[in-house]
């Protein structure tokens, strides 16, 4: 198993320009009496951009980066990966909601030969709604598609439940679930559980 905690920073530069850096802190226990080793995992830099604004909808362009930074080659991929990303939002008023189609595709540019390069597409239809005193939901399906394993396809799923707690704090957790070769592609997990809280400046 694997326990991360994700200190994240977010800066809107502009109205239509963002940027995101992760540092994540990862334990990796392998289980079967193998040794559990903890430290800085894979620094995330992300770059967005909203392309296109008009009522109801808008499109992002994205581009993410995640560098070789991990202390154990056990903590990261061992390798530096490009992912570009584009995604909509388009309104659901009728059912307080928000639809999120996105696609991104990953792949390696450089790092140590001796690991698996990465080379995979995402599809995920996300959508959240808004309900009652300040609660919201995400819903995330992952379809993913390796092209390194003979353009195997995965399926996870995940829900976000949260809250918003006041004027500058939110809370959730989000339960997920592999559904489709969780046993077969390594984007794919038996299950997973992520809580959080998020401070907005």
Known sequence: YRNMVIPRVEYAVTPAVAL???LPYVTYDPGDGGERVS????????????AVQR????????????????????LGQGKTVVAPLVYAAIDVPK???????????????AGDENRPDVNFTVLKPNLLTRWPNKVYTFLEPQFTID???????GLTVELEVGKILSRNIAA?????IGVINKYEL??????????????IF
């Open 20 to 22: 995101r850096l992760d």
């Open 39 to 50: 430290g800085q995992g894979d620094l995330l830099a992300r770059i967005a951009w909203r």
């Open 55 to 74: 009522e109801g909808s808008a499109l992002i362009l994205v581009t993410e980066v995640f560098f070789d930074t991990a202390d154990d080659p056990r």
């Open 95 to 109: 059912h307080d909601s928000v639809f999120f189609p996105n696609v991104q595709h990953y792949f390696s540019v």
């Open 147 to 153: 092209w390194e394993r003979d353009a195997k396809v």
């Open 172 to 176: 959730w957790a989000r339960p997920g």
């Open 186 to 199: 390594p984007q794919v997990y038996n299950w997973n559980l992520e809580v959080g809280m998020r401070y």
